[in-house]
């Protein structure tokens, strides 16, 4: 099984949409964060988290919302979609030393139509 | 703040040959770590390898190594005897402070 899991894949919504992506991982890290790819942009933070009670802003963090549901479990959500957040998103874990490496989930492709 | 900049957008080899791809980055901290991570067709990122900016010696994972300049901000990828299995995004990126940051990436082209 895969340490770091996403649902959904993909999802295709219309402008407006509630959304929410979740992210599961079983490495046991305490660092969580979201991503989101853009073509020629490379990957943007949207938000990290170190723990449960922990949340922190990104550079992008404009019209999304988290929430850090337990240690394995870090959700993403859109409150109102607008098409300008279609895009590639991930979650990737970390244990957080200084050389250790993200882990990333599998991505999920959203299009907000 | 803490910036990475890939400038080659897209690359392209002959399979069996070598290829540099270049990374150069800027940030005011003192301790940090530097990656390149892989993305091939299947979307899942991939850690290709690491260097501990406090280590003078490049990294090294087989046919895959570094070249740290730390004085000149820059960390090139060079792959050797190039695989088809090679054709991938290649992101550059620095760990410092709480965060990564990331480069905007350089695809590459193996070519049968």
């Known amino acids: 099984d895969a340490d770091v899991t996403q649902t959904p894949r993909n999802r295709i919504t219309k402008t407006g949409k509630r959304i929410m992506l979740e992210c599961s991982q079983t490495?046991?890290?305490?660092?969580m964060y979201w991503y989101r790819q853009d073509p020629g942009l490379g990957l943007q933070l949207i938000y990290y988290s170190f723990d449960v009670k922990d949340i922190n802003k990104g550079e992008i963090s404009d019209g999304y919302s988290v929430s850090r549901q337990a240690q394995a479990k870090f959700s993403l959500s859109l409150e109102s979609a607008i098409p300008n957040q279609t895009a590639l998103y991930f979650c990737?874990?970390?244990?957080?030393?200084?050389?250790?490496?993200?882990?990333f989930g599998p991505g999920t492709r959203l299009t907000v139509l | 703040a803490q910036t990475v900049t890939q400038s080659q957008p897209e690359m392209s080899v002959q399979e069996a040959e070598t290829v540099t791809l270049s990374c150069t980055y800027d940030?005011?901290?003192?301790?940090?770590?530097l990656f390149w991570y892989k993305q091939p067709p299947s979307r899942q990122m991939i850690l290709v390898i690491r260097q501990e900016a406090y280590k003078q010696q490049n990294a090294t994972e087989n046919r895959f190594s570094v070249n740290f300049q730390k004085a000149a901000k820059s960390f090139s990828l060079k792959i050797s005897d190039s695989q088809l299995g090679d054709t991938a995004m290649y992101f550059c990126a620095i760990h410092t402070g709480n965060q990564f940051y990331f480069g905007t990436g350089t695809s590459l082209t193996v070519i049968p």
């Open positions: 990737a874990t970390s244990a957080g030393q200084g050389n250790d490496e993200q882990f």
């Open positions: 490495k046991g890290h305490d660092r």
């Open positions: 940030t005011s901290e003192s301790n940090y770590y």
